[in-house]
């Protein structure tokens, strides 16, 4: 199947900092990548749509200004969390869709703020 | 939008057992009802999917039924073992791609 690489798997940051998260398809072209933020037993909660080329879509309750997306080229979307405080700690995982709509999830990066 | 429920949210099995866990959704648009089994730490993993213009889907001991007028679909696994145990979520499909995620069963499956 199709391969979605996302880096880094596990990122520790002090309170206030950016951290930035990529996500790579690596053997397709993807027009359009997902963002999910999964807390300790919980399921998959849709931030944001990545679109290459424009503005991504934040999901209701998602502020645009901390959850930086972009999706300069087919390949690649980035997420900066701007100024993380111990509240974003989570585990966020990007997907990404080929053509027939099955969607490739990257290993997801778990992201813990002092 | 899509709002996809899930049940239970616990499930433990003796080994051999079957497992079945249901879902609903909310959007009559949606076409697509993926499920996947999540282990700790990873990522989720596509375990079998079905469209809306099929009522079942069966592969080896893991099978999905979908019934569209009620809006609600099924995972049966059968002949389970431990490796079967994990956190198994159903999700939804309607436009634009965008995928949403029932709350999630932690399925055990106990020698």
């Known amino acids: 199947g199709a391969v979605v690489s996302q880096h880094p798997s596990r990122v520790i940051c002090k309170s206030g900092t950016s951290v930035k998260i990529e996500c790579r398809s690596l053997?397709?072209?993807?027009?359009?990548m997902f963002w999910y933020r999964q807390f300790p037993k919980q399921s998959l909660m849709l931030m944001a749509t990545?679109?290459?080329?424009?503005?991504?879509?934040?999901e209701q309750g998602v502020e645009k200004d901390k959850f930086l997306i972009n999706h300069a080229s087919l390949t690649l979307s980035t997420l900066t969390v701007t100024s993380a405080h111990p509240e974003d700690s989570s585990f966020y995982i990007c997907?990404?869709?080929?053509?027939?709509?099955?969607?490739?999830f990257g290993e997801g990066s778990r992201l813990t703020v002092l | 939008g899509e709002n996809v429920e899930q049940h239970p949210s616990t499930l433990s099995v003796q080994e051999g057992d079957s497992a079945v866990i249901k879902c609903t959704y909310s959007d009559s648009a949606s076409n697509y009802f993926p499920w996947y089994k999540q282990e700790l730490g990873k990522r989720p993993q596509l375990i079998i999917d079905?469209?809306?213009?099929?009522g079942e889907k069966k592969d080896q001991r893991i099978a999905v039924t979908l019934n569209k007028t009620a809006k609600h679909f099924s995972l049966h696994i059968t002949e389970t073992q431990p490796e079967d145990s994990a956190v198994y979520f159903c999700a939804a499909k309607g436009g634009g791609n965008k995928l949403t995620f029932g709350t999630g069963t932690q399925l055990k499956v106990e020698l």
């Open positions: 053997d397709f072209q993807a027009t359009t």
């Open positions: 079905i469209r809306s213009n099929v």
């Open positions: 997907s990404a869709a080929q053509a027939g709509g099955e969607l490739f």
């Open positions: 990545s679109n290459e080329g424009s503005k991504a879509t934040y």
